[in-house]
């Protein structure tokens, strides 16, 4: 197995692949303005094993299209929209965020948790723009400073790792930048990440580890989990995920 199919499968078998929330979703649900609406499209972009999705289909009534790189994550959506009873409002496609089949002006909102930096917030922005109706709406979580300083050692280890990490009045500027009117932010909370995410990680990496009989690069995977989740313990409370909901504006 390469890296990346090292990584689906220590991400696979969780209910999220990043930090996040039911409660934190249907949080950015209630901003964005489309609970009662009928008939929306709705495309979840990085959607893994559909954390989200699975929320957006219960919440809204909408026809949604999970889209994620990686198969092996849509059909883990396919059987987890099948228990929850909301197979029939929810179509996978495995397709690149850089490259996705959309007409113009198709959807009514456009959701991406924690995936929108594959490409980066800016290009995601721009390139997903066009496939909204006039008045669409963007929801996405992305990497977050909360304070305007932070630590040195936090501020390298992400500015390696997504160059365009950034406080939320620089991520909500590129917004109205490219034609989006902002109309919510709010930081997810801890437990979105260490109840929700890194803990249930931690507790697979002996199991993948196992599986993976030892080898280097198994080791250099769960090594690179251990120093982030030590780095956001140690500094919490300087670097969150933001959730941006934004509208578009114009055609
Ligand atoms: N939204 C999910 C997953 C977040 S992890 C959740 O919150 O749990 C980021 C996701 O982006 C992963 O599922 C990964 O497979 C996907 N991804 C990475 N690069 C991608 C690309 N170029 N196009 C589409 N999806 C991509």
Not at 21 to 33: D, K, P, V
Not at 84 to 94: F, P, Q, S, W, Y
Not at 189 to 211: G, I, K, M, V
Not at 229 to 249: C, D, H, M, P
Request: glycine residues 8%; negative net charge; charged residues 25%.
């Amino acid at each position: 197995m390469d890296e990346f199919e090292l990584l689906v499968d220590l991400h696979g078998g969780a209910a999220r692949q990043g930090p996040g929330s039911e409660h934190a979703t249907r949080q950015a649900i209630a901003l964005c303005g489309l609970e009662g609406k009928t008939g929306l499209r709705i495309a979840d972009i990085g959607c893994g094993s559909g954390a989200s999705t699975l929320v957006l289909a219960k919440a809204l009534d909408a026809q949604i299209t999970a889209v994620d790189l990686f198969p092996a994550f849509l059909e883990q959506l396919e059987a987890n929209a099948r228990d929850a009873g909301v197979a029939d409002r929810i179509d996978t496609l495995a397709a690149s965020m850089d490259a996705l089949p959309f007409a113009d002006a198709q959807l009514d909102a456009i959701w991406s948790e924690g995936a929108i930096y594959n490409i980066g917030f800016e290009a995601g922005i721009r390139a997903w723009r066009p496939f909204l109706k006039p008045g669409g709406i963007i929801a996405a979580s992305e990497l977050t400073w909360l304070t305007h300083e932070r630590p040195v050692e936090l501020s390298q280890h992400w500015e390696r790792e997504y160059d365009q990490v950034d406080t939320a009045s620089a991520k909500i500027a590129l917004l109205e930048k490219h034609g989006f009117q902002p109309i919510g932010y709010f930081p997810l909370s801890e437990e979105c990440w260490l109840d929700n995410y890194y803990r249930p990680l931690q507790q697979r990496f002996s199991a993948f580890l196992e599986r993976h009989r030892h080898s280097d690069t198994a080791r250099q995977i769960i090594a690179a989990e251990q120093a982030e989740i030590a780095l956001y313990e140690r500094y919490r409370a300087y670097v969150s995920y933001g959730f941006y909901i934004a509208r578009k504006v114009g055609e």
